[in-house]
């Protein structure tokens, strides 16, 4: 299968990712996470990116298309993949589709989680990310066993760069004007499937679960 994960940040597209890849043992692809990893091995590209992540902007449509083909190349994900935060223009939803065709093969599905506002915000300030295995948790909502300490590996908890109040808001606007469009854009394709975000992981994951069902029968 080859799935679009779609959501604002905080909207659960990581967790839920890993969630949903691990059912249908594809990998897990995450735009977020490849330029993470860029950006800590302190390349020139990584200070490029880090120049637009940690501002709340989107990396460039090329650029960002570029690092995530090459990761769709790899063959772990030649039986399928689920794609998390990529695409999130038109632009490259269009670079994508290009990209399959070249290969001779198409996207099964869309799902776009969905959550308002000021549920994002509760969410990504309180935030904090496994430094090891890049597991997230909720100061509040899902607090650790051991403060500061991931539950699955040990490794440390730490704040994103961009999870600060100020940029959070950055990137919901962005979010609503580069990315709304873009579900459009996907149910005039026939791929999009909406999913309410509201709730504990399981229930979001359930609801994720019966909209494919759906259409893949
Ligand atoms: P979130 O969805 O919570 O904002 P991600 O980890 O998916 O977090 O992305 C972090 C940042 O990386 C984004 O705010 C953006 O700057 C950049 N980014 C991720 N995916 C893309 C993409 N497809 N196009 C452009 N920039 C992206
Ligand atoms: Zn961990």
Redesign the pocket.
Known sequence: MRIVLI?????G??TQARVLAGRLSVPAI???????AETSRGSALGEL?KR??????????E???TI?TRRLHEPDAGGGFLL??????VR?AELLAQALEEDKTVLDAVIALDLPDDEIVQR?TGRRMCQACGMAVHTVFSPPRVPGRCDGCAGALVR?A??TEE?VLR?LA??AEQTVPLLRWYADRELLLPVDAKGAVPEVSDRMRAALAAVTR
Do not use: N
């Open positions: 959501g604002p940040p905080g909207a597209k990581g995450s735009s977020g996470d490849l330029f993470r990116i637009h992540t940690e501002a709340g902007e989107l990396v460039p449509d650029l960002t298309t995530v998390d935060g990529f695409p999130r223009t490259q990504l994103r961009d999870d940029t990137r962005v979010y």
